[in-house]
């Protein structure tokens, strides 16, 4: 599931949006959840990305099983790769088989540039050798194995970063925490049991309250929520605060003030940590100076 702080995120950003463009809430909060939506769309294809790299690999040894002079290699081809219990397990998982055949566009052609790119990276790369020498077969082997090819040549890849850009704005912004949930999904697979689910976005009704409170209370209370600010900046003029800092502040602010079961430090810790993915390298320090400040002027633990 998407965790809460995530769903901060999606506020910050709709917020920032907000700022920079003013429309009706409800419009607002639709594309705020359609946003989070389009996570999913991300995380699939990244999925299906893995379940490519198997096809193709499982392609070229068709190729070379059916040509008319075989080297010992195609006659004898080392399967260890499409045979990949991890690999296995994504590529027979009913809801990415259910969830893409209704968004055919999350599809990877195997002719793809990239998808042929990578698979011949990948395949001469030292990792790949040394995984497909080594004898027999264990479950936390092939765990262990997709989990660095997966950081190696789709989460660290810029290629495949660019591309992402290419084909969705908002996908680049939210590659982090795709990526976040391709590891947990990777990780949490057990070897006897069935994997018929996936990460979820939006856990329950819960979350989905969470995000459209937090949201509609920043909008509600932005003006007097920009005194509380003002008020505790040292010798700073607020409108020399960076514009995402100040949405931050405001949004913790909000959190602070009307989220009385979230315990203040966890809130201050969750906005700083939103602030490394947005914000510059000292801007965490900034937010955390007067998070702390207005958590001492509540009294709030």
């Given at each position: 599931?998407?965790?809460?702080?995530?769903?901060?995120?999606?506020?910050?950003?709709?917020?920032?949006?907000?700022?920079?463009?003013?429309?009706?809430?409800?419009?607002?909060?639709?594309?705020?959840?359609?946003?989070?939506?389009?996570?999913?769309?991300?995380?699939?294809?990244?999925?299906?990305?893995?379940?490519?790299?198997?096809?193709?690999?499982?392609?070229?040894?068709?190729?070379?099983?059916?040509?008319?002079?075989?080297?010992?290699?195609?006659?004898?081809?080392?399967?260890?790769?499409?045979?990949?219990?991890?690999?296995?397990?994504?590529?027979?998982?009913?809801?990415?088989?259910?969830?893409?055949?209704?968004?055919?566009?999350?599809?990877?052609?195997?002719?793809?540039?990239?998808?042929?790119?990578?698979?011949?990276?990948?395949?001469?790369?030292?990792?790949?050798?040394?995984?497909?020498?080594?004898?027999?077969?264990?479950?936390?082997?092939?765990?262990?194995?997709?989990?660095?090819?997966?950081?190696?040549?789709?989460?660290?890849?810029?290629?495949?970063?660019?591309?992402?850009?290419?084909?969705?704005?908002?996908?680049?912004?939210?590659?982090?925490?795709?990526n976040s949930m391709m590891q947990k999904t990777i990780g949490f697979f057990k070897e006897n049991e069935p994997s018929h689910t996936l990460i979820k976005m939006i856990k329950d009704e819960d979350d989905r309250d969470f995000a459209r409170k937090l949201l509609k209370e920043s909008?509600?209370?932005?003006?007097?929520?920009?005194?509380?600010?003002?008020?505790?900046?040292?010798?700073?003029?607020?409108?020399?605060?960076?514009?995402?800092?100040?949405?931050?502040?405001?949004?913790?602010?909000?959190?602070?003030?009307?989220?009385?079961?979230?315990?203040?430090?966890?809130?201050?810790?969750?906005?700083?940590?939103?602030?490394?993915?947005?914000?510059?390298?000292?801007?965490?320090?900034?937010?955390?100076?007067?998070?702390?400040?207005?958590?001492?002027?509540?009294?709030?633990?």
């Amino acid at each position: 599931m998407l965790g809460r702080r995530q769903i901060r995120e999606k506020v910050i950003e709709s917020l920032y949006s907000y700022y920079q463009n003013p429309i009706k809430f409800d419009v607002l909060e639709k594309n705020m959840f359609s946003e989070i939506d389009k996570i999913y769309h991300l995380y699939i294809y990244q999925l299906n990305f893995l379940v490519a790299l198997k096809d193709l690999a499982e392609r070229q040894i068709e190729i070379g099983k059916n040509k008319y002079i075989q080297t010992d290699k195609e006659t004898n081809p080392n399967q260890k790769f499409i045979n990949n219990q991890v690999l296995i397990k994504l590529e027979e998982n009913e809801e990415r088989l259910s969830f893409t055949s209704k968004h055919q566009d999350l599809k990877w052609d195997r002719y793809d540039e990239l998808l042929v790119k990578t698979f011949q990276r990948m395949s001469a790369g030292k990792r790949y050798q040394d995984f497909m020498k080594e004898e027999g077969h264990s479950f936390e082997a092939d765990q262990k194995f997709i989990g660095k090819l997966f950081l190696r040549y789709i989460a660290e890849n810029e290629d495949f970063h660019e591309h992402l850009e290419g084909k969705e704005l908002s996908w680049a912004d939210d590659f982090h925490i795709s990526n976040s949930m391709m590891q947990k999904t990777i990780g949490f697979f057990k070897e006897n049991e069935p994997s018929h689910t996936l990460i979820k976005m939006i856990k329950d009704e819960d979350d989905r309250d969470f995000a459209r409170k937090l949201l509609k209370e920043s909008l509600n209370h932005w003006e007097e929520n920009e005194k509380k600010l003002e008020g505790r900046l040292d010798n700073w003029d607020l409108d020399r605060v960076a514009l995402i800092d100040k949405i931050i502040l405001i949004a913790a602010i909000t959190e602070l003030d009307y989220f009385p079961l979230t315990p203040g430090r966890v809130i201050i810790n969750e906005y700083i940590e939103i602030s490394k993915v947005f914000s510059t390298d000292r801007s965490n320090i900034f937010i955390n100076g007067i998070l702390d400040k207005y958590t001492k002027d509540l009294n709030r633990s």
